[in-house]
């Protein structure tokens, strides 16, 4: 077994022995109101230089591969602008109040501990859907391939059991770091660099007193323990890595387009639309790090958003079979198909909500707007496929206009086949009334909308420490 096998075992055997599901989450016997001790994490800015030593101690303490730790330092102001400070951030888990990865995760594989207030994965609930690196702002955690599921700091609970501090604080060579009870911690709550959320996290800044690094800090340069350590990726998703996200939403709003017209439900065959169902089912799991566990999924219904896109789907690929197989015993049973799949395309839109990427309400490959349009297209409606192709058009060229305009890349040539292919040709297919250009006029809607999702995933901002200090400074 190579290394990375080895520390994937590790990573599960230890979880378990530690703050596992037998003995760390007895969610039944307790609920999120009864955390007695917030502890939390502060951090001296005057004092932090940069020089990674907590992140050595987090990867030696947990075990982790080199180059993997579950805390980061990033530098806000490294041109050393002017008009701005110069200090480092030293982060891992804030263990927030109202965490986003525990309400968010679907497989209900988060909780927090009641003595300490950490905020723990349980590794034998997860599913590696990664979710919650996308919902949490602070980057904490993180997905581990070999495994299948995610890791992420345990606010060193084993240490804290015996009395101690957590690895990052002990080993923080100027006393930057500082961990207690959060109400005892000095300093604020936010900084420039440090994503503003209301999530409420556990960490205080002592904030910098200068724009430049104090002397009593000037003892340990940056990146002086850790000089080799890779930056991490500055984007999480790319059209690649959700090729199964993405056909899934595609397969699912040709689905619902062609349940929400009359014409549709003609046109489509029973068993055509239940294949098409199974294989959307089938490719929605296959970015999950543990298939095994893809039952899981549904369990966050009351507060995440991934819960109840795939119990509507579920919902509506059910109604639509048996609609479609002409085994509806009802009259209005074809309406009742149509709202579970607009409301499954409406779910999965909202999915995407965590990353708090803006414009995302309007964005043009919203799959709500696609079902709709697929719709126009199936009962060859110029009216609905205009209307709503019009307000496809016009969300893609002001976000383009407004990319221009901030001097980032627009891809002209991209936008080109985009507005031609997917919006221009299938209209004039469906005005000039040509017999036999359905299948036409959808495939050029389907490269359209694929050209449109693929730029929808390359420009999600998911929230991160690097990402905030950019706007910062920007600003």
């Not at 109040?97 to 995760?105: L, Q, T, V």
């Not at 779910?347 to 309400?361: Q, R």
């Not at 040509?434 to 694929?450: S, Y």
Request: contains cysteine; glycine residues 8%; charged residues 15%.
């Amino acid at each position: 077994m190579d290394h990375s096998g080895r520390h994937g075992e590790l990573l599960l055997a230890r979880a378990r022995n530690r703050y596992g599901a037998r003995r760390g989450f007895p969610r039944e016997s307790r609920t999120r109101g009864e955390v007695v001790t917030q502890n939390g994490f502060s951090l001296d800015l005057n004092l932090c230089t940069g020089c990674e030593a907590c992140v050595v101690a987090c990867t030696i303490e947990n075990q982790l591969p080199w180059g993997t730790s579950w805390r980061s330092v990033d530098g806000f102001n490294t041109r050393h602008l002017p008009q701005a400070p110069t200090y480092h951030l030293s982060l891992a888990c804030n263990h927030c109040a109202d965490a986003p990865c525990e309400s968010n995760c679907p497989a209900l594989a988060y909780d927090k501990d009641p003595d300490t207030g950490a905020v723990l994965l349980d590794p034998e609930r997860c599913i590696g859907c990664k979710y919650c690196t996308w919902a949490c702002p602070y980057d904490a955690p993180h997905y581990d391939s070999t495994a299948g599921i995610v890791s992420k700091c345990t606010f060193c609970q084993h240490r804290q059991v015996e009395g101690l501090q957590p690895a990052c604080v002990a080993q923080c060579p100027t006393g930057a770091l500082g961990f207690s009870e959060i109400g005892t911690l000095p300093g604020v709550e936010d900084v420039p660099g440090f994503p503003r959320t209301p999530a409420n996290p556990a960490i205080r800044f002592v904030p910098s007193r200068s724009s430049s690094p104090c002397e009593a800090a000037a003892a340990v340069h940056p990146h002086s323990i850790l000089p080799a350590l890779p930056q991490r990726a500055s984007s999480k998703t790319s059209f690649r890595s959700e090729a199964p996200l993405w056909a899934f939403s595609l397969t699912c709003s040709f689905l619902v387009g062609a349940s929400t017209t009359s014409a549709g439900r003609e046109w489509l065959p029973g068993p055509v639309f239940l294949l098409l169902a199974i294989l959307a089912a089938s490719a929605s799991t296959l970015h999950l790090g543990r298939k095994e566990r893809a039952w899981r999924a549904i369990l966050n219904w009351r507060r995440s958003w991934l819960s109840r896109e795939i119990l509507l789907f579920t919902a509506f690929a059910g109604l639509g079979t048996v609609e479609f197989m002409r085994w509806m015993p009802v009259a209005w049973g074809g309406w009742l198909v149509a709202v579970a799949g607009l409301c499954t395309l409406f779910a999965i839109d909202k999915v995407y909500s965590v990353t708090a990427t803006p414009g995302l309400d309007w964005h043009s490959a919203r799959t709500l707007g696609t079902g709709l349009m697929l719709a126009g297209v199936i009962a060859q409606s110029p009216w609905l496929f205009g209307v709503v192709a019009a307000l496809k058009a016009a969300s893609y060229v002001a976000r383009k206009y407004q990319f221009r305009r901030r001097g980032v890349a627009w891809r002209p040539a991209v936008s080109l086949v985009r507005l031609v292919a997917g919006l221009a040709v299938p209209l004039t297919l469906i005005l000039g009334g040509v017999e036999n250009t359905l299948l036409l006029a959808w495939m050029a809607v389907a490269v359209g909308e694929i050209v449109d999702r693929a730029e929808f995933y390359l420009e999600l901002e998911i929230s991160t420490p690097a990402r905030q200090i950019q706007r910062d400074l920007a600003a």
